[in-house]
C-alpha cells in the first residue's frame, strides 16, 4: 500500500462515508447515460474528452494533463457532455404549445431538461410566445436596435466557457460598437483573483503549473470544493500525498473530496476498496474567518523565528517584497484572542500547521469560492500571498499560489480581453490594427449591470450563454426589468431562466456545443481554451450538431456585429468565421508574447503555457516588487453576526454546474431529495428551538431598507461551525445584497450574507 492509502474511510461523517471517486461515481455515470437521454455515441465522445484531438470539457477548468488517463474526465465531466448531447430538443413546436408566462413557473431543472435549442426565435409579445425567425432577420432586428441604442446603455455579458476566438471577437464587438461593459461571469467568481494577484504579485492569474504539484511538501487548501467542482484535481493531489506531501485543509464544511479519494482509474484500490486519505488535516474555519486562521500561522512563524528557526526567508523578502515591516508589526500585535474568535480554531491547531509549514521546503497555497466570495474577499487572497511570501513560496518550483478558476475558459477570456477593465486590455494595439478608437471608460461590471438594470441606465443586453438573472445577487429584484428592454439578446444553448424574462426585443439564439463539428468554409474549425494553469488547449468537436439551424458562437457574434457596425474593411468577419485560424493569428498579433506561434502550437499535449512572469519573480506591480499586505479586519465578513444572526454560505452540490440543476442528489453529502434545506449544526438548531425537517423562513439581515426573505426552507442538521448556515446557490441568491460584495473586486459575497430564521 502507498503512503497515505489506507483499505477503510477512517473519517466517517454521519452523512457520507463513502471516499470521492470509486465506484459511486461510476455508478453516478451509468445512472446518467440513462437519466441524461444521451444520443447514441456518446461514451466515443467522453473517450476523447479533454485528450488531444478531441473537445475540451465544459465543466471545469482544471488542467488537461499531457499524459491524458484512459479516460480523462469525471463524473461532472460525463454528466456535462451527456447534458450537452442530449437527445431532447427545444423546438419551435414546444415555444408555440407553451407561453412565456406558463414558463415563467417552470423549475431551473425543468426548463433546462426540455432540451437543446434548435431554431433562433424571437419573443412576440402579442401573443406571449417565441416564434422562430430565421439568422438573417434576426441580425438585421438586433443591428437595427443597438445602432439606436447609446452604446453606454448596453451590456455584452459572458459566462465563461465561450472559446478564445469567440471571445475575442465579443471583445472587439463591443469596443468597435463603442463600450467597455463587458462582465462576465468572473465578475462573481474570481474578480477577487484578479485584483489582490494583480496588485501584489503583478499577475491577474495563478502561478502553479501541474509539475509544481509532483514537487510540493505542503499544500494550503482554503474554500474550494475539488470532488464536486474539479474532480480531476484529486488525481495530482492523490500522487502528492502518496509522494508523502501534507495537505492542509480550511473549510466549513467537511468535504468529502478533500477527505479521501478512490480513483476510479486504479482497478487494485477500486476492488479492495483502497482510498486515499487526501487532508494530512482538516480545520473547520468560521465562514470568512480565513483571514484571522493565516493570521495565526503567520504569527507563529515569527515566534519560530525569532527562537532561531530560521523559518522566514528574509533575502527574498529583501530582494523581492515591499511592505514587510507594517505587516510584521500588524501580525506581532494581533493577540491570540482576536484570532481564535474569528477564525473559529483553536491556537494549538494553528500553532501545528505552521509547523508543517516551517519544516516544508516547497509549498503551494490553493483556493477557491471559499476565500473570493466575501466582503473582505480580497484581504482573504491577499493574506494568503503574505503566507506564501514569508517563505518565498512562490516564483520557485513546487511552489506558488493557484486559484482554481469555475468555467472552462472564465480565464481565457480575461486574457483576450472580455473585461470591464480597460486598462487591462491592449487598447492602443486594437487601434493600430482595426483603425478605430477603443472607448477607454471603465465599463460595467456584473454588480454595476444589475445596477443599471434597476435604475434603468441600462438599455439593452447580450448574453453569450450563462444564466444572468438567475446567477445574480439579490435574485428576483431586477425580474421586472428585463420587460422594459429596448433589446435582449440571449446566445445559450439550452432554455433557462434569464430566457423567459422578456420584452418587445427579445431573441433567443441557439449555438453549437463544445463537442459538436464546427464546420465553416474552410472546413472544420478548432476552437481554443485556457485552464486554471494557464495552458491554452485545441479543441475540436466531432458530433453532429443537435439541430441543422444551429451556428457556433463565433459565427452568431460575428453576425451580429456585421448587422451593426458600419463597414470596416478592417474587421473582416466573414473571413474570420470563414476560418478560425485568422482569429488566432489577431489575437497573437495583440498578444504576442503570449500566444506566439498559436496556431502551430495550440495542439501541444498538456497545453501550451502563456507564461506568467510572477513565476519567474518579475513582479509587474506598480513598485516592481510583490506586495505584503496589511491587513485592515480579521475577519473577511462585513460585520461581526449580531445576535440569532447566522451567515449564510451558499453551496453547490454535486449534482449542479452553476444554475444548470442536473438533479437532486448531492452524493458526496448525503442529500438528496430537495434543495430547499438549510444546513445548520444540530447544536445551534437546539439553541434556535428548531427541530430536523421544520419549514422556516431565511430572512437577510443586511438593513438597507428592502427586505429579503426565502420561505419554505427544511432544517436540516449537518456538520457546520457555529453561527453559520448553508442552503444552495441559486435557489438562496434572493439572500444577497447586491451591495454585499468584495470592497475592492465587486465580488458578491455568496458565502458571508447574515440572515436570520423565522420560525
Ligand atoms: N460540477 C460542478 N463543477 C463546477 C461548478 C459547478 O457548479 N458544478 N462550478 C464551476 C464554477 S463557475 C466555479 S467558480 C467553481 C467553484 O468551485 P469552488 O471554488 O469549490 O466553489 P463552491 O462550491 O461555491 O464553494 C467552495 C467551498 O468553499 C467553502 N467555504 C464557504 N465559505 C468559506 C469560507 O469562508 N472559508 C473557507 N475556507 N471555505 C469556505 C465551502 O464549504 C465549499 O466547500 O467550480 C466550477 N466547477
Ligand atoms: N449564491 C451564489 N451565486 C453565485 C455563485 C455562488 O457560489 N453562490 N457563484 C457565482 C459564479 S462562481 C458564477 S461563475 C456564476 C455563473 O453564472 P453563469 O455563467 O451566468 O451561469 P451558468 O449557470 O453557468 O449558465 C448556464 C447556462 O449557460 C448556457 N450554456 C451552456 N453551455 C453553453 C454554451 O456552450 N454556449 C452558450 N452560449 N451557452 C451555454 C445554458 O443555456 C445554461 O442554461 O454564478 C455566480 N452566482
Ligand atoms: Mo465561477
Given at each position: 500500500m502507498k503512503d497515505g492509502d489506507e483499505t477503510r474511510q477512517r473519517e466517517d461523517t454521519p452523512f457520507y462515508d463513502h471516499p470521492t471517486g470509486g465506484w459511486g461515481s461510476l455508478k453516478s455515470v451509468a445512472r446518467w447515460m440513462v437519466k441524461g437521454r444521451p444520443s447514441p455515441g456518446v461514451l466515443d465522445t467522453l473517450r476523447i474528452q479533454n485528450k488531444p484531438g478531441g473537445h475540451m470539457c465544459t465543466?471545469?477548468?482544471?488542467a488537461k494533463p499531457p499524459?491524458?488517463?484512459?479516460?480523462?474526465?469525471c463524473e461532472n465531466g460525463a454528466k456535462a457532455t451527456i447534458w450537452d448531447l442530449t437527445r431532447d430538443r427545444c423546438t419551435p413546436d414546444f415555444f408555440a404549445r407553451h407561453s412565456v408566462t406558463e414558463l415563467q413557473g417552470w423549475s431551473d431543472h425543468d426548463l433546462e431538461r426540455v432540451g437543446r435549442l434548435t431554431h433562433p426565435m424571437r419573443y412576440d409579445a402579442a401573443s406571449d410566445h417565441y416564434l422562430p425567425c430565421n439568422w438573417d432577420e434576426a441580425f438585421a432586428g438586433i443591428g437595427a436596435r443597438l445602432r439606436q441604442l447609446d452604446p453606454r446603455s448596453v451590456v455584452f455579458y459572458a459566462s465563461g466557457r465561450a472559446s478564445l476566438e469567440t471571445s475575442y471577437l465579443y471583445q472587439l464587438f463591443a469596443r468597435a460598437l463603442g463600450h467597455n461593459n463587458l462582465p462576465d461571469s468572473s465578475n462573481m467568481c474570481h474578480e477577487t483573483t484578479s485584483v489582490a494577484l494583480k496588485s501584489t504579485i503583478?499577475?491577474?492569474?495563478?502561478?502553479?503549473?501541474?509539475?509544481d504539484f509532483e514537487h510540493c511538501e505542503m499544500i494550503l487548501f482554503f474554500?474550494?470544493?475539488?470532488?464536486?467542482?474539479?474532480?480531476?484535481?484529486l488525481h495530482p493531489l492523490q500522487q502528492a500525498v502518496r509522494r508523502g506531501c501534507k495537505i492542509v485543509t480550511f473549510n466549513p464544511v467537511r468535504e468529502r473530496g478533500l477527505i479521501e479519494f478512490t480513483s476510479p482509474q486504479e482497478p487494485g484500490p477500486m476492488l479492495t476498496g483502497g482510498s486515499t486519505r487526501i487532508s494530512d488535516t482538516y480545520l473547520q474555519v468560521r465562514p470568512g474567518g480565513d483571514i484571522a486562521a493565516i493570521a495565526g500561522l503567520c504569527k507563529h512563524l515569527f515566534a519560530l523565528d525569532d527562537a532561531g528557526g530560521g523559518v522566514i526567508d528574509r533575502d527574498f523578502i529583501a530582494e523581492h517584497t515591499d511592505g514587510f515591516a507594517s505587516f510584521e508589526a500588524n501580525i506581532r500585535e494581533t493577540g491570540w484572542d482576536g484570532i481564535e474568535a474569528a477564525s473559529g480554531l483553536i491556537r494549538a491547531d494553528l500553532e501545528a500547521v505552521a509547523e508543517i509549514y516551517a519544516r516544508s521546503p516547497r509549498s503551494i497555497g490553493i483556493y477557491g469560492m471559499g476565500l473570493t466570495q466575501h466582503v473582505h474577499g480580497s484581504q482573504s487572497v491577499q493574506m494568503l500571498v503574505n503566507l506564501l511570501l514569508m517563505r518565498g513560496n512562490i516564483g520557485r518550483p513546487g511552489t506558488g499560489i493557484s486559484p482554481v478558476r469555475g468555467h472552462s475558459n472564465v480565464q481565457g477570456q480575461r486574457t483576450v480581453g472580455i473585461s470591464e477593465k480597460p486598462e487591462l486590455v491592449p487598447l492602443d494595439r486594437l487601434a493600430e490594427l482595426f483603425g478605430f478608437e477603443p472607448p477607454r471608460d471603465e465599463g460595467r461590471t456584473t454588480v454595476d449591470a444589475v445596477q443599471g438594470l434597476l435604475d434603468g441606465s441600462v438599455r439593452g443586453f447580450v448574453s453569450l450563454g450563462g444564466n444572468f438573472a438567475r446567477a445574480i445577487p439579490d435574485q428576483g429584484r431586477s425580474d421586472g426589468a428585463w420587460a422594459g428592454l429596448a433589446l435582449n439578446v440571449q446566445i445559450a444553448t439550452k432554455l433557462n431562466r434569464s430566457h423567459v424574462l422578456v420584452g418587445d426585443g427579445t431573441w433567443l439564439l441557439p449555438c453549437l456545443v463544445r463537442a459538436e463539428e464546427d464546420r465553416q468554409a474552410s472546413g472544420s474549425q478548432t476552437v481554443t481554451m485556457e485552464d486554471s494553469l494557464s495552458h491554452i488547449h485545441g479543441s475540436v468537436g466531432r458530433r453532429a450538431p443537435a439541430s441543422g439551424h444551429l451556428l457556433s458562437e463565433t459565427a452568431i457574434v460575428a453576425g451580429l456585429a456585421k448587422a451593426t457596425l458600419a463597414p470596416n474593411p478592417r474587421l473582416a468577419w466573414d473571413d474570420w468565421v470563414g476560418d478560425y485560424a485568422l482569429i488566432r493569428d489577431l489575437i497573437e498579433a495583440t498578444y504576442p508574447e503570449e500566444f506566439k506561434d498559436f496556431n502551430a502550437r495550440m495542439f501541444t499535449p498538456g497545453g501550451f503555457y502563456r507564461g506568467n512572469p510572477a513565476r519567474e519573480r518579475q513582479w509587474k506591480t506598480t513598485s516592481g516588487k510583490a506586495g505584503f499586505t496589511t491587513p485592515t479586519v480579521l475577519s473577511a465578513l462585513g460585520a461581526e453576526p449580531g445576535d440569532a444572526v447566522f451567515t449564510l454560505m451558499t453551496l453547490r452540490s454535486n449534482d449542479q454546474f452553476n444554475t444548470t440543476i442536473y438533479g437532486f442528489r448531492d452524493r458526496l453529502r448525503g442529500l438528496?431529495?430537495?434543495?430547499m434545506v438549510v444546513l445548520m449544526n444540530p447544536g445551534e438548531m437546539a439553541r434556535a428551538g428548531l427541530h430536523e425537517g421544520q419549514r422556516v423562513t431565511l430572512v437577510s439581515a443586511v438593513e438597507d431598507g428592502k427586505t429579503r426573505a426565502l420561505p419554505g426552507m427544511r432544517v436540516t442538521g449537518y456538520d457546520l461551525p457555529d453561527g453559520c448556515v448553508a442552503a444552495y446557490y441559486p435557489e438562496a441568491?434572493?439572500?444577497?445584497?447586491?451591495?454585499?460584495?468584495?470592497?475592492?473586486?465587486?465580488?458578491?459575497?455568496y458565502k458571508g450574507a447574515p440572515v436570520r430564521i423565522v420560525a
Open positions: 465543466s471545469c477548468a482544471w499524459n491524458p488517463h484512459l479516460a480523462e474526465f503583478g499577475s491577474p492569474v495563478g502561478t502553479c503549473v501541474l509539475s474554500g474550494q470544493n475539488t470532488g464536486s467542482n474539479s474532480p480531476r484535481f438528496e431529495g430537495d434543495r441568491n434572493p439572500l444577497v445584497p447586491l451591495g454585499w460584495h468584495d470592497v475592492e473586486s465587486k465580488t458578491p459575497a
